[in-house]
């Protein structure tokens, strides 16, 4: 059974900087995606940023415009574990933000608050 565990979330000042990490655990091989939603008070979840694993092509990393420049995915494929590294926070990046993988089926996180205070 698949399952995803996050950690990296917190209080910061805008401007300031969090790194999120999402390690996924079961049996998992083959192309799959993995990445972060996020959803803020009111508003519909949304995409920040994913990338394909496990292929031997190279996939290009897909980013939100509103986090394009600032926010940064990577992998570390010996630990199965996605980052999602946020500098020059804003207010507006205040949410939940969710792990998601993509592997036969969707699998979630348990989300991590992300605040950041002005």
């Known amino acids: 059974q698949v399952q995803l565990v996050e950690s990296g979330g917190g209080l910061v000042q805008a401007g300031g900087s969090l790194r999120l990490s999402c390690a996924a655990s079961g049996s998992i091989s083959g192309i799959h995606v993995m990445g972060w939603y996020r959803q803020a008070p009111g508003k519909q979840r949304e995409l920040v940023a994913s990338?394909?694993?496990?292929?031997?092509?190279?996939?290009?990393?897909s980013v939100a415009d509103s986090v394009k420049g600032r926010f940064t995915i990577s992998r570390d494929n010996a630990k199965n574990t996605v980052y999602l590294q946020m500098n020059s926070l804003k207010p507006e990046d205040t949410a939940v933000y969710y792990c998601?993988?993509?592997?036969?089926?969707?699998?979630w996180g348990q989300g991590t608050q992300v605040t950041v205070s002005s």
């Open positions: 998601y993988l993509r592997y036969h089926g969707d699998y």
């Open positions: 990338m394909v694993l496990g292929s031997t092509t190279n996939y290009a990393d």
